[in-house]
């Protein structure tokens, strides 16, 4: 979180044992689109792909953590939940808005396998059991 928003700043990094922190870029497309916040994070389980949520900026992010690369985002109002699955490339998000949303991840960004709505408003816990 940067509760100064006169100059965006990165928002995620990685810190590799006996490394120093390394800032991965904000959006190429639209640098201000997370609107200076993360509320979850999590890492797939293959370890290739970091994603992170937005609720104030009603988006999913995607890095590359072999280089840090932003691969893209995915668009969804008040998202903030966020847990990877067993599946490689695959996480899982929900929404203060009862979104349940299936998510595989790849080199071209993030792509939506399923969408449920839930009558139900979700916070940012989300863990997979």
Same mark, same amino acid.
Request: charged share 20%; net charge negative.
């Given at each position: /979180?940067?509760? *100064?928003?006169?100059? !965006?700043? $990165? ?10 922190? @390394? !800032? ?6 639209? =640098? ?19 994603? =992170?949520?937005? $609720?104030?900026? +009603? &988006?999913?992010?995607?890095?590359? !953590? +072999? ?9 969804? /109002?008040?998202?903030?939940?966020? @847990?990877?699955?067993? /599946?490689? +490339? ?8 009862? *979104? ?13 396998? =399923?969408?449920? &709505?839930? $009558? ?7 863990? &997979?059991?």
């Amino acid at each position: /979180q940067d509760q *100064d928003r006169a100059q !965006l700043r $990165p928002l995620m990094g990685i810190l590799r044992v006996g490394g120093e922190i @390394a !800032l991965l870029p904000l959006p190429g497309d639209d =640098a201000g689109s997370l609107r200076s916040y993360v509320g979850s994070v999590a890492i797939d389980s293959s370890g290739r792909f970091a994603a =992170a949520t937005s $609720p104030k900026g +009603g &988006r999913i992010g995607l890095w590359a !953590l +072999g280089d840090g690369r932003w691969l893209g985002g995915f668009a969804l /109002q008040d998202v903030c939940g966020l @847990a990877c699955d067993a /599946q490689s +490339g695959c996480f899982w998000a929900t929404s203060g808005l009862g *979104d349940v949303v299936k998510l595989i991840a790849s080199d071209a960004g993030l792509m939506a396998e =399923a969408h449920w &709505r839930a $009558p139900a408003a979700f916070d940012n816990h989300l863990l &997979r059991i």
